[in-house]
């Protein structure tokens, strides 16, 4: 027999009988307070630095971000927010060691972020790119437009448009709780992580 | 039918023991658990339908296990249908020798590794050690506990046991030097040293912590970034999943991604999590095998009591909480499963040796009970396997004669006289105290560690008939 014939009839013998009811009485819309703020607060608990600004003073603010960077990587639908960046902007193809030059930061959208827990989730879409690209440079710079910013998990994940694109979701800089177990920032994914957030 | 690393070699008391010995271990461990337990109170707190998230979470599992064929085979066909290979092991040994397979396959020399507590159960380390294969830990903590050459005791961080100070000198020690113990300086070390490597990797290799059967997406929740560089820059991703990761639908992660972080390092969510559906055309590995295993945890879907234990979704707060794990830490379980949850599903997993004695590891407080983000009932389940295990015969003779005495309120009766008769003689040498600390052998077992009381001079039915007569 097949192991996975073996395991298959192993799990037919042992499974209970009885179906289950799943009660789902928790909150899935999750609205309320101001979700704009609450995003801002729980990003900057997490050590992400947090920039607001309206449409019109988007290009601005991401070009005063960038100031220090060496080059920027922007995939196609981020690249219109580099209007006001006067470095060199990397385009794909990019190899890893592109992507982790030093001084090399990455600007990218996303594609729903949730307030509750500061978290931006990034599903590969044109102003995103491949998941290579928000990993590999030290520096990450995100913009989010409120209107994207949605109050909890649930909400969040009914949104994205095709769960099975590659999905990454990101709350705050990159950290462990290894050492004694309290959070430091700053491991292997990008230390530093700037938020735009548009409105 | 199972085997890898969750078998006890020393009975629990013995092993418990000697770690209780070390003051340096005891004081690393509650540092360490009273931070977490602080933390995950308060992020519990701020989400006011935490018990209706517990709830779900523990049904949705209930759920997958009584449909787990039939979910397993669906995972199989959407998994399959989006580009993976899926790959069957009944047992430790037959999963380390696919996954070994496949790497050989590539022609990799070194494997570049997510933490995984599947991959340290079947002990795939070593057996790639044994093909020549080297075998990169990148998680912080796991890099530690390579580096010292010693075996994880914690779940979520498996060098809990160690302080920044002896993290320091075990870097050194391996050619990795921080500038000082702090923990920034040490994570700088630890991402100086596994830069090249993430860079150059061709196989990585995960775990995971849910699979989604209706899409066959795998996901993967981390802090680091080690995870997200194992799974996107290498060509060949192999992921080893135990059969009872699978959920049913997406929105099922809704549950989970709220339980999970929350319950595991007390953040309101973890810096990275990563899904993945088979492969993305110019998006990370082009090549993905899932390795599905069992070993043991069929023998533990059969237990009606403690299948539940398959419910765990392996965040650690039961250990945080656990007054028994604080003292002795993680070695003494002798399995890559300590603490409460280790207590009973180790020995479900696998009956050997001295698993058998892990039931005992616990004072059935309960904490466990309350921290358990899926309400797995461990006490409930430790009481259980105490039931059903295997007694000595004099206790099993004490027991049958206590239940005979006890089942007829004349023998009763007669027994508590008799009882006090004999312990007369003991009660002047006892004293006042009612009690005796030392027996001779073999009630020198129960003294060495407790009092024995004595029977009181006056039951409580002697004393209502005295006072109303």
């Known amino acids: 027999m097949s192991a996975r014939d073996e395991v298959l009839r192993r799990v037919r013998a042992a499974r209970p009988s009885a179906p289950v009811d799943v009660p789902r009485d928790y909150r899935t819309v999750d609205g309320g307070a101001d979700l704009v703020d609450l995003f801002v607060d729980r990003l900057i608990d997490y050590k992400a630095t947090v920039r607001r600004c309206d449409p019109g003073g988007l290009a601005g603010a991401v070009g005063e971000l960038l100031s220090d960077a060496s080059a920027v990587v922007a995939p196609a639908g981020a690249r219109a927010w580099l209007a006001a960046y006067p470095g060199r902007v990397l385009r794909e193809p990019l190899t890893v060691t592109d992507l982790d030059a030093a001084g090399v930061a990455v600007l990218t959208g996303c594609a729903v972020a949730v307030a509750r827990t500061g978290t931006l989730i990034l599903d590969a879409g044109p102003d995103q790119g491949r998941r290579a690209l928000s990993l590999v440079p030290d520096r990450h710079v995100c913009v989010v437009h409120s209107g994207q910013i949605v109050g909890g998990v649930p909400e969040a994940l009914a949104r994205l448009a095709d769960p099975t694109r590659p999905l990454t979701l990101i709350s705050g800089p990159s950290a462990t709780s290894d050492i004694e177990l309290n959070r430091v920032e700053g491991v292997h994914g990008p230390r530093r992580l700037d938020v735009v957030v548009v409105d | ?469």
Request: glycine residues 8%; charged residues 20%.
């Open chain 2, 1 to 469: 039918m199972s085997g890898g690393h969750i078998v006890a070699r020393r009975p629990f008391p013995v092993a418990a023991r000697a770690e209780l010995g070390d003051a340096q271990l005891r004081a690393n461990l509650r540092k360490a658990t009273h931070t977490i337990r602080d933390k995950r109170l308060r992020v519990v707190g701020e989400v006011p339908d935490w018990e209706a998230l517990r709830q779900a979470g523990a049904a949705i599992k209930d759920d997958v296990l009584a449909r787990l064929p039939e979910l397993l085979e669906q995972f199989e066909a959407a998994a399959t249908a989006a580009g993976a290979t899926v790959h069957w092991a009944r047992d430790a040994a037959e999963a380390c020798a696919v996954v070994t397979g496949l790497v050989r396959d590539t022609g990799a020399a070194e494997v570049v590794k997510v933490k995984s507590m599947a991959t340290q159960e079947i002990g795939l380390n070593e057996a790639l050690e044994a093909a020549g294969i080297a075998a990169v830990e990148t998680d912080l903590a796991e890099l530690i506990v390579q580096l010292a050459g010693d075996t994880p005791s914690h779940i979520l961080v498996p060098a809990i046991h160690y302080n920044r100070a002896q993290i320091r000198e075990i870097f050194s020690r391996n050619g990795l030097s921080a500038r000082t113990d702090d923990p920034p300086a040490l994570a700088e070390a630890a991402r100086r040293h596994l830069r090249a490597k993430f860079l150059s990797a061709r196989v990585g290799i995960s775990g995971a912590n849910f699979a989604v059967a209706e899409s066959g997406t795998l996901v993967v929740v981390e802090s680091e970034g080690n995870g997200r560089m194992c799974l996107t820059l290498p060509e060949t991703l192999i992921s080893v999943v135990g059969i009872e990761k699978i959920l049913p639908t997406f929105r099922d992660l809704e549950v989970f991604l709220q339980l999970l972080p929350r319950s595991s390092t007390g953040e309101r969510m973890n810096p990275y999590t990563s899904l993945w559906t088979g492969v993305t055309p110019g998006d990370g590995p082009q090549t993905l095998h899932i390795v599905l295993v069992d070993n043991g945890r069929t023998e533990t879907l059969a237990d009606s009591v403690g299948r539940q234990a398959l419910r765990c979704i392996r965040c650690s707060a039961c250990l945080n909480v656990c007054p028994v794990y604080e003292r002795v830490g993680g070695h003494a379980y002798g399995s890559v499963y300590p603490g409460p949850i280790g207590a009973i599903l180790s020995p479900q997993m696998s009956g050997e040796g001295a698993n058998r004695t892990l039931p005992y590891a616990s004072t059935l407080c309960g904490a466990c009970y309350d921290a358990c983000p899926v309400r797995i009932n461990i006490p409930e389940v430790l009481v259980h396997l105490r039931q059903t295990g295997p007694h000595p015969p004099a206790e099993r003779a004490a027991m049958r004669a206590l239940s005979w005495a006890m089942r007829d309120r004349r023998r009763y009766t007669a027994a508590l006289r008799a009882a006090r008769r004999g312990a007369a003689p003991i009660r002047l040498v006892a004293g006042r105290r009612g009690a005796v600390r030392h027996l001779p052998w073999p009630l020198s077992k129960w003294t060495s560690t407790r009092d024995a009381p004595l029977p009181a001079k006056q039951t409580f039915r002697e004393w209502w008939a005295h006072e109303r007569a």
